[in-house]
């Protein structure tokens, strides 16, 4: 049974049809690059599978569960997280405190095994040292690694990220996708990430991607195989 199972979605605005009739499937555990340029629908659909939309038409199943018209809310507890889905960080909080945060509204711990919690994760994406500092003063990978922490309190099955390497500089985004190969093969989180640029780094990430082209899903398979397909190339080169 696959984690995460969407059946014919689509969500429609107006006359415009951002998510056409999309199906897909996500495994436990699998890394999974959503691709597609900008207008293509990849932030529709992450909305769509978080439940700040709900679909027009189709089904979303996750872990066996409908859950196409739940509220987000709802969804967290499953084991479904999205990166930005709760608060941007607090100012003036310190980070041990935006994490715990994640344990507390994403897993509904106690504050103090939400700390305790948030303690774990921090050590899991090497920032512990940071603990104390106020959010705002972390740089963009501190930042993001703080993100990813405040999602993996949460205690998800499925990780959506939005481009989550965006921003980064080579080494940054290496740092990042170690520690989601790590997630993923630890923890044995399913980790979707969005990605608007081809680039080198989504052939380390995913195993699969979905290249996403006019709401429609244009091509699915392996990540080598279809980054060099002609219809990819013709969509981001707009022949
Ligand atoms: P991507 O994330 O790939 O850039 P989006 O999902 O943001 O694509 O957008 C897909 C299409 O849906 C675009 O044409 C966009 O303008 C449109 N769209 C997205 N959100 C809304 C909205 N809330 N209202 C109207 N149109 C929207």
Redesign the pocket.
Known sequence: MPLLKLENVTKR??G?V??DSISLEVEEGEALGIV??????????YNLISGVYYPDEGRIIFNGEDITKLPPHRRTPLGLARTFQIPRPFGSATVIENVAIGAMFGAGRDVDSALREADEMLELVGIDHLRDKEAKLLTPLEKRLMELARALAMKPKMLLLDEVMAGMNPSDINRILDLLDRIRKEEKVAVVS?V?HLMHAITRFAERVVV?HQ?KKLIEGETYEVLSHPEVIEVYLGK
Do not use: D
């Open positions: 605005f107006g415009l951002a998510v597609g340029p900008n207008g293509s629908g990849k932030t529709t659909l969005m608007e996403m709401g």
